[in-house]
């Protein structure tokens, strides 16, 4: 498998612009996680999804934030309107999820955001 | 207070020196994650327990739950061990999740 994707890697935009950041978990893999990690902040959870349905969503910082998943292979996190304190790191994760959250996580190579 | 410390943030170390991470928490939980984050920026999952102790090369693990203290430990440290390591706890209320702000880990050769 060729691990999780993410797309895309890097993205610079204005303040007020809409991103959407994309992720294909690995095929089989039941349990979706967002992330971003900043240096002030270190690794935050934003949201995880469970068989395409959002499960946890407290970690969304505000209705700015958005993520769905409307099929097994596919999720994306919307920011809309984007702002500077949007710039972070954003990884996107899957499980196998036999054991519910307390699986193994495997992690994408992660999307760059920088709003300027 | 965050409710997962690790220590020491910073540490250097000789290469082939035995190396500990300590990582304490302070809510139940269900199961404890042992990250590493690579120089370019990539996450790796090294290893998931929730009693004992694990084992993966020169990569130990183990876990206190009644202490609420988790250990990483790299044998015979190489310079390509060189990265963040970050502990991050399953909280058994609520399925939060919880991370520590990582261990900036170089090994000099």
């Known amino acids: 498998d060729a691990g999780v994707i993410q797309s895309p890697r890097h993205e610079v935009t204005e303040m007020g612009q809409e991103v959407t950041l994309r992720c294909k978990p690995i095929?089989?893999?039941?349990?979706l996680f967002w992330y971003r990690q900043t240096m002030m902040r270190g690794l935050e959870l934003l949201i995880y999804?469970?068989?395409?349905?959002?499960?946890?969503d407290s970690g969304m910082p505000e209705d700015r934030f958005s993520a769905k998943m409307p099929n097994a292979s596919f999720s994306t996190l919307k920011i809309q309107p984007s702002e500077p304190r949007d710039s972070a790191v954003y990884f996107c994760?899957?499980?196998?999820?036999?054991?519910?959250?307390?699986?193994?996580?495997?992690f994408g190579p992660g999307t760059r955001l920088l709003v300027l | 207070k965050n409710e997962v410390e690790q220590s020491p943030q910073n540490l250097t170390a000789q290469e082939g020196e035995f190396i500990t991470i300590n990582c304490s928490y302070s809510?139940?939980?269900?199961?404890l994650h042992w990250l590493q984050q690579h120089p370019g920026g990539g996450i790796v999952s090294l290893f998931m327990?929730?009693?004992g102790k694990k084992k993966h090369g020169r990569l130990i693990a183990t876990i206190n739950i009644q202490e609420k203290h988790s250990s990483l430990h790299i044998t015979a440290s190489h310079p390509r061990d060189s990265a963040v390591y970050i502990c991050?706890?399953?909280?058994?209320?609520?399925?939060?999740?919880?991370f520590g702000t990582g261990t900036s880990l170089t090994v000099i050769p």
């Open positions: 095929s089989g893999h039941d349990y």
């Open positions: 999804f469970n068989n395409n349905v959002p499960i946890d």
């Open positions: 994760a899957s499980s196998l999820g036999v054991a519910g959250v307390r699986e193994t996580q495997y």
């Open positions: 991050a706890v399953n909280s058994n209320t609520g399925n939060q999740f919880y």
């Open positions: 809510v139940g939980i269900s199961a």
């Open positions: 327990l929730s009693s």
